[in-house]
């Protein structure tokens, strides 16, 4: 009778911390798609071009240069007769089940035996605590939804889950093209992790000698044409930027110095996730001398929230894995994220 009791008791426990972690993280998800939602097209440099791409499409076909994928969300809500902020926030949404999904298979991944409301709890945290976050909400939007699917399918590439690969990186790629860089890389993955960081390494120094550069301009010009031609009228300043591929490599060793406080299994598992991170750095060391190189960094910056926020879901140290920590920080970010909106700080 007693354990019937205490079982009872667990489960009833248990689902009042479930219900309370999905409380706190649709309250969050709401303010901050409501908040992206209700912006005025002057917030965001493409926000104008989206929003009048999508009343446009409710006269017929509108010529394009977008994704089919884009189009077709795009095109299915005009047709609908919603306003534009109805619009952003269908984006926003998209873009936030795309971090659930992404969230959803890391936490497998890792083989995590905890809740994984509250590895999500974390992972939303560190994401709206991210500048590039914000850039893939109210800026880069088409590559934003795209982002976190690219993350998923080297995942995927990772374990050799071919299957989950191709889906993810077609729906990666039907929202912006440039996830196909990503995923041309991806036989990285198969290299033993001491080569792959030969590789980085040897990729790192040729970028910042400005190596990359010149082999492309040298060997394949029309490519290097093609990225020194993106946005010929915008001041974002070209050229190798060593200030982003420093800052790129510190998150890439971060987990490796922080390793000793992650728990055993999940230490190595993360330490193993940061080869998917660093795939996903190449583009930018190949390519990252053009205009608005910092687009090539941003699928890469937004996984670092979920390799961060793993290592405090995991952490030996008890007050960085508590539910309540975590779902206290997920409000207070909620409040950093609208100042980023509200003054457009992104990286």
């Known amino acids: ?26 309250v969050a998800c709401l303010f901050a798609d409501v908040l992206i939602g209700m912006r005025g097209v002057g917030v965001g440099t493409d926000t104008y071009n989206y929003a009048m791409y999508f009343l446009s499409s409710r006269d017929g076909i509108a010529p394009t240069r977008f994704e089919p994928g884009f189009v077709l ?6 047709a609908t007769g919603m306003s534009v902020n109805g619009y952003q926030c269908y984006l926003f949404a998209i873009l936030l089940t795309t971090a659930i999904v992404a969230a959803r298979h890391y936490h497998k991944y890792l083989d995590s035996e905890r809740s994984f409301l509250t ?3 974390a992972g939303l945290m560190f994401l709206f605590l991210s500048p590039m976050f914000v850039n893939a909400s109210i800026n ?7 982002a976190l699917l690219v993350f998923t399918a080297l995942l995927a590439f990772h374990q050799r889950h071919w299957r989950n690969f191709f889906v993810y990186g077609v729906l990666a790629s039907s929202f912006h093209y440039s996830s196909l860089l990503y995923l041309a890389f991806a036989p990285m993955l198969l290299l033993n ?41 915008a001041t974002y300043r070209a050229g190798v930027r060593i200030d982003f591929a420093v800052f790129s490599i510190f998150w890439y060793l971060l987990p490796l110095m922080m390793s000793r406080l992650v728990r055993e299994p999940f230490r190595q598992r ?3 996730s940061t080869a998917v991170y660093m795939v996903m750095l190449l ?23 979920l390799i961060v926020a793993a290592i405090f879901f995991h952490s030996r140290i008890s007050l960085l894995r508590n539910p309540v920590l975590l779902r206290g920080g997920l409000l207070v970010s909620c409040g950093v994220f609208c100042y980023y909106v509200a003054h457009q700080v992104i990286v």
């Open 119 to 121: 590895f999500l709890s």
């Open 193 to 233: 992790t001491r080569i792959l960081r030969i590789v980085a390494a040897l990729s790192f120094v040729a970028y910042c000698t400005g190596l990359t550069l010149i082999l492309v301009r040298s060997t394949v010009p029309f490519v290097y044409n093609a990225v020194m031609d993106y946005s010929l009228s």
């Open 283 to 305: 583009p930018f060391f190949v390519l990252g001398w053009g205009n608005f190189s910092n687009r090539y960094l941003l699928p890469a910056y937004l996984a670092t929230s």
């Open 140 to 146: 880069a939007v088409r590559q934003g939804l795209a």
């Open 73 to 78: 969300v795009t095109r299915t809500l005009s």
């Open 270 to 272: 993360i330490k193993d």
């Open 1 to 26: 009778m007693n354990s019937a009791t205490s079982y009872s008791d667990n489960s009833v426990a248990l689902g009042s911390r479930t219900m309370l972690s999905l409380m706190f993280l649709t």
